[in-house]
């Protein structure tokens, strides 16, 4: 299972996840943004960070970088494609998946440790999580607040297409409509959360249950049916 | 009394490092957009001042966007009625 | 027009800060009278900020000598050894005055800066600290700088993806019109892979890579860090530099990748003094010249004057210096970050710095004239006419430290100085900083040092920064002794053993025989305690002029220390384990409450005094410690400091939510005893089945260890026995209770609200 990991200008989480992917079993590879080659990765990974120092808007420039059109591709062919933090703010402004990440309700960056309850365990990310746990891990951002209209929030949920929500007594840390931390598209192949499963893949570092997603990513097989959620 | 409502324009001064100004120009290219220069990005406020006169409520914002809007050692501003 | 056509107008070396007798060094040094170009250069060069020509003499007496140590005093940051091929690259900085005029750009840049300075040397930043202090925060003005301070550190440190994991944060009146932020950074870089800033061969070429030069800080330098605060701070407007982090991030990347690959010669930072500074440190110490063609700086306004492009501060800024032959990989290595790189000079074997502008030569300066063979300036130093000193180590304590008169419930007085400030929790500041970015932070900004894990290895590396400038402000040489064996302590809790230490001292006027004074005691006992402890100094910053129309700063040694856990596994942390673990204070309690944060909080006694350090007892302690974690024995270990053993037990129990349940033998006083921060003493739990092993470790090293009680239930009971507590009632004063008994529920929130609280914001 090969994984390519994005780097953007500005990204600062890419060796994070490039060796919590090694951890979970996976060749690992960072690809420069200026590529347009993937390289036949399985799955690709945009890291957190501060791609374009998130000037203008957060992932706003990133989304125009060379690599996306081979993300994309890659995307439509039914490739796992998981957006962290930084990531997932790129993959909204690139419309591939829905929403928009705002301002922290703090208006403060955040590094909290979080507790996430995990609503679809039958996505290529979540189905080695096992049930009724919750997962433990950090987030680190100023502006993670998930927004959409409330009809369109609807949908989402009625869809199925929540994967990840704030839960437990430390709450939701950034004011995200309905709690939510992390969501899917329509194929349930690609994903993103704000929270960051590579920092907590190791017990050493206070929580390996990022580790259960890391592991659910890599250790899916590209073309397997049975793990792709009807879409609603 | 009456509602007097007003923007403020608030960009870095001239010679100030602006990165996101940067960081957008340097984008530019990727969008095919390469003739287009000299990019600064700053922020916009709208608000409404009750009070007696314009003059008056001219004056609020006066120093509203000195004192607070603004960071006057690193941005200018420009107030307009609306 | 040649250099020599156009001498500088009389009254304009004095506008720019450089005495007469100055002058006449310079005009020594050239052979000549310097143009206006040259003396802009000599102006900023031999500012204190860059010169350090008030303490060099001073800083020359710190321990420098390592074996291990591999880049000292004079490079951009100390590099000491840690095995497996590594060492550790380690700097504090300040950017004092910067941060007063412009809180959120002067912390921003301080970090940039300082990581520049570890970059510089080859090595990836691994940690930032930040130590704050400011006045009091309920006035706006200081609730501003508050706020901006902390968004800057966090703002660039975040972006960079540089973990903040530690610091300070400390208020005081002595602050309020003078803020100190003082930013320390820790990289990691190969033995064998170590970047100086030294341009060593005629031909090399000069490359200037980064951000282009604009107006930033023209004068910064020595006009902001080397004169003090008057009325007019509004004309320093135009100084204030601006960071941009994402570039910073660039340089980092850049900058690692040309050191990594072996594709320069030499490599150095542009901090303060902009170019000038650079390239004369680099043609000095490598004994040769520089030809800078100013045409070829990129420049981010137009019609600059050289002037400006020479002393300009703009940052994110390096100077690499490069072989001809390998010019086109390093250009080719900033073009694929997309980061502007031009040669702007050539090394030349004359030793002189030559600035060429417009195809003229327009100034000419030997580079040790601007760099290293600046003239000193000598200074009187005469002690306070009245002072009061610690009691000597093994003096007789005094009954009583004059405190049972003030009356005291200790339960009252724990969760007030739990929701003080300076002691409470730091949450509310330390959420604002990425702390967990890199994956490799075990122990962040929770507790007093921070712990990164070495990928690949099982090593951990651990890092503290402290000061003590309540104490220093009696007695500045004991001031630095205490923050030196504070920060070692801190890093003996956890089982590491010290590497280095960098200092910065922060400082007032040097032209103030007081303020000399107390730099150069500060000075001498910082050497001290580093020769005890055998911890060399590896290099540091000095910020002098530290006074505001309401005075002159406290003495303020702000310590950073480094040190090495040779297996992660044996780490000891700070919170209570288990249920059932007896509580044990190490070390002797000693008389003087003087510095203390309960002499903040009752008022200093008419015979206050700060207590005695002894640093072969201390170094015992510490000894104890690692011995006691290799061979792990402990459950948690703790330092005792601001607050005392009672806070030290209070926090071990809200970090853990496990209550204790003591005895303390009253030798002093109550207050001494509960709250005393007399140092060399920690408080350890552990298994009951291990305390024969450690009280055995311990009468090895002829250190104190005394049972105090356990680890249980919900509560901190702390009881009080002894001639002390015990004595007779009206010579203690009534209402002394004889215990304290408190919730853990109530001081967790005491402990939660303290920053919040002064601060007028929400947890």
Not at chain 3, 285 to 311: C, K, S
Request: charged share 20%; proline share 6%; hydrophobic share 45%.
């Amino acid at each position: 299972m090969r994984v390519a990991v994005v780097v953007f200008p500005g990204s600062n989480c890419d060796r994070d996840a490039l060796h919590a992917v090694q951890l979970a079993g996976a060749e690992g590879e960072l690809v420069w943004h200026e590529t347009t080659d993937l390289h036949g990765a399985d799955a690709v990974i945009l890291p957190g960070g501060f791609a374009h120092g998130d000037y203008l808007r957060a992932g706003a420039i990133a989304r125009f970088s060379p690599i996306m059109g081979a993300v994309r591709a890659h995307a439509q062919r039914g490739g796992l494609l998981l957006g962290i933090c930084n990531g997932f703010q790129v993959l909204t402004e690139a419309g591939l998946l829905p929403g928009v990440l705002r301002r922290n309700a703090t208006l403060r960056f955040e590094h909290r440790w979080v507790s996430l309850s995990v609503e679809r365990r039958d996505t290529p990310f979540t189905w080695r999580v096992p049930d009724v746990i919750t997962l433990r891990m950090p987030i680190a951002h100023g502006e993670g607040n998930y927004w959409l209209p409330d009809d369109q929030l609807d949908e989402l949920e009625a869809a199925g297409r929540v994967v990840f929500r704030y839960t437990g007594p430390e709450g939701n840390p950034n004011g995200s409509a309905r709690d939510i931390a992390g969501v899917i598209d329509a194929t349930g192949r690609v994903c993103g959360l704000m929270p960051h499963p590579e920092r907590a893949s190791e017990a050493l570092l206070g929580s390996d249950d990022g580790m259960l997603l890391m592991r659910s990513l890599v250790e899916s097989v590209a073309a397997a049916p049975a793990r792709v959620p009807a879409a609603a | 009394m009456a509602g007097y409502r007003f923007s403020i324009s608030i960009m870095p001064r001239e010679g100030i490092l602006d990165p996101a100004g940067k960081a957008v120009e340097a984008a530019l290219p990727e969008l095919h957009a390469d003739n287009v220069h000299e990019v600064r990005v700053g922020r916009r406020v709208e608000l409404t001042v009750e009070s007696d006169s314009a003059d008056s409520a001219r004056a609020t914002v006066d120093s509203l966007a000195a004192d607070f809007l603004a960071n006057p050692l690193i941005e200018r501003w420009e107030i307009s009625a609306l | 027009m040649t250099v020599a056509e156009a001498p500088a107008s009389v009254a304009l070396h004095r506008r720019l800060g450089l005495t007469d007798a100055e002058l006449e060094s310079i005009n020594e040094r050239l052979g000549r009278a310097p143009n206006d170009l040259e003396l802009a250069m000599f102006s900023v060069m031999w500012s204190e900020h860059c010169s350090y020509k008030s303490s060099k003499r001073l800083l020359r007496t710190l321990p420098t000598a390592g074996s291990d140590v591999l880049a000292g005093p004079g490079e951009n940051a100390g590099v000491v050894s840690i095995g497996d091929g590594l060492a550790v690259a380690f700097k504090i900085e300040s950017h004092n005055h910067p941060s007063a005029v412009e809180p959120y750009q002067g912390a921003a840049t301080g970090v940039g800066g300082i990581l520049r300075d570890i970059v510089a040397m080859g090595a990836r930043p691994v940690a930032l600290l930040d130590a704050l202090k400011f006045g009091w925060p309920d006035d706006r003005r200081t609730r501003g700088l508050v706020d901006g301070v902390v968004r800057g550190v966090g703002g660039y440190g975040n972006c960079v993806g540089v973990p903040t994991v530690g610091g300070e944060l400390l208020f005081d009146p002595t602050y309020t019109g003078n803020p100190l932020v003082n930013v320390m950074c820790v990289g990691v870089v190969a033995s064998g892979g170590i970047a100086h800033a030294i341009a060593p061969t005629p031909g090399s070429l000069a490359v200037l890579f980064g951000s282009p030069t604009g107006r930033d800080g023209i004068g910064g330098a020595s006009v902001l860090a080397s004169a003090s605060f008057v009325e007019g701070s509004a004309a320093m407007r135009p100084s204030v530099q601006i960071g941009d982090p994402f570039a910073g991030k660039l340089l980092i990347e850049v900058t690692l990748e040309l050191v990594e690959n072996g594709l320069v010669e030499g490599m150095q930072d542009l901090g303060a003094a902009g170019i000038t500074c650079a390239t004369s440190e680099v043609a000095d110490r490598g004994g040769t010249g520089i030809r800078l063609d100013l045409d070829a700086v990129p420049l981010r306004e137009p019609d600059m004057q050289p002037f400006e492009i020479m002393i300009s501060e703009s940052q994110e800024r390096m100077l690499a210096i490069v072989r001809p032959e390998r010019l086109d990989e390093v250009l080719a290595v900033c073009r694929r970050w997309a980061l502007p790189a031009v040669v702007v000079g050539e090394i030349t074997g004359d030793g002189d710095v030559v600035v060429v502008g417009g195809g003229t030569e327009i100034a000419r300066i030997p580079a040790r004239a601007l760099a290293s063979d600046v003239p000193e300036q000598l200074h009187q130093s005469a002690p306070p006419t009245r002072r009061r000193l610690a009691p000597a180590p093994g003096e007789t304590p005094l009954a009583h430290d004059g405190l049972p008169e003030r009356g005291m419930d200790p339960g009252a007085v724990l969760e007030a100085l739990l929701g003080h400030p300076n002691v409470g929790s730091r949450a509310w500041v330390t959420t604002q900083y990425d702390q967990t970015v890199g994956t490799d932070t075990i122990e962040g900004c929770e507790h007093a040092a921070a712990v990164l894990r070495i990928k690949g290895s099982r090593r951990a590396l651990v890092i503290a920064t402290d000061s003590q400038p309540a104490v220093a402000q009696y007695d500045p040489a004991l001031g630095a002794q205490m923050a030196v064996a504070e920060c070692a302590r801190n890093l003996a809790v956890t089982g590491a053993r010290p590497l280095g230490l960098t200092n910065c001292l922060n400082f007032g006027d040097p032209n103030v025989p007081e303020a000399y004074w107390q730099l150069t005691e500060s000075i001498r006992g910082l050497s001290e305690a580093a020769m005890a402890l055998g911890i060399p100094v590896t290099g540091g910053n000095v910020s002098l002029y530290n006074e505001s129309p309401l005075g002159r700063i406290a003495p303020t040694a702000q310590i950073g220390m480094v040190g090495l856990l040779d297996d992660i596994d044996t780490l000891v942390r700070p919170q209570f384990r288990n249920e059932g673990d007896i509580i044990v204070l190490l070390g002797e309690t000693g008389p003087g409450m003087g510095g203390s944060a309960y002499e903040r909080l009752a008022g200093a006694a008419p015979d206050d005094r700060p207590p005695s350090l002894d640093l072969v007892r201390e170094a015992a302690l510490h000894t104890v410690l690692r011995r006691a974690a290799a061979e792990r024995l402990l459950g948690s270990a703790q330092d005792v400091s601001a607050g005392g053993v009672a806070v030290a037990v209070a926090e071990s129990a809200i970090w853990s939510g496990l209550g204790a349940d003591l005895l303390l033998e009253v030798s002093i006083s109550p207050a001494a005893s509960l709250f005393g921060e007399s140092p060399g003493r920690a408080i350890v739990s552990l298994a009951p089945e291990h305390w024969s092993s450690l009280a055995r470790l311990c009468a090895s090293h002829r250190l104190a260890a005394r049972r105090l009680g356990a680890v249980g239930g919900n509560r901190l009971r702390i009881g009080l026995v002894g001639v002390g507590a015990t004595g007779a009632a009206e010579e203690r004063g009534a209402g002394v209770a004889d215990e304290l008994d408190v919730a853990l529920d109530e001081l967790k929130r005491a402990w939660t609200q303290a920053l919040p609280r002064v601060l007028g914001v929400r947890a």
